[in-house]
């Protein structure tokens, strides 16, 4: 498969319903363009859930199992020659982190990750392709 085909077969909306949320579609994209190019790392590369709207019981369980604010939304457990795991942070063009975001990035860089904020397909696929050349 091609380059273009892959990244065409990326940005082609599933079936199902999506909201109508930026952010969401460019995270959708990456994930099936990554699962695509690196079938053999497919399920290395993860969302975590933070974003979404909770009742305060149900956030103050998610918090004791351990869920924190400011996460990145996309994790690579993958290391390569410099880092222990890539971390991708997910924005629409023209939005920018949170403090706790800023304030997790700052703590994830200082363990050895690599931290990315990213704002379209493009973007990701050049982030990915020169994380894992580094392997």
Same mark, same amino acid.
């Given at each position: 498969m091609t380059y273009e085909e892959m990244k065409?077969?990326?940005? &082609?909306a599933?079936?199902?319903? !999506?909201?109508?949320?930026?952010e969401h579609k460019i995270q959708c994209s990456c994930v099936r363009y990554f699962r695509l190019k690196y079938p053999h790392l497919r399920n290395m590369l993860f969302a975590v859930p933070n974003a979404a709207r909770r009742s305060a019981r149900n956030g103050a369980y998610m918090k004791d199992e351990g869920m924190l604010p400011g996460v990145a939304d996309l994790i690579l457990l993958k290391s390569n020659r410099?880092? @222990?795991?890539?971390?991708?942070?997910? !924005? !629409?063009? @023209?939005?920018?982190?949170?403090p706790v975001q800023k304030d997790w990035q700052k703590e994830c860089e200082a363990n050895g990750n690599k931290y990315v904020v990213v704002r379209s397909l493009d973007e990701f696929? !050049? &982030? &990915?392709?020169n994380y894992l050349k580094d392997i």
């Open positions: 065409s077969k990326a940005c &082609v599933s079936s199902r319903s !999506k909201p109508k949320n930026e410099f880092y @222990g795991a890539l971390c991708i942070e997910m !924005k !629409k063009p @023209g939005e920018y982190q949170r696929i !050049k &982030v &990915v392709d």
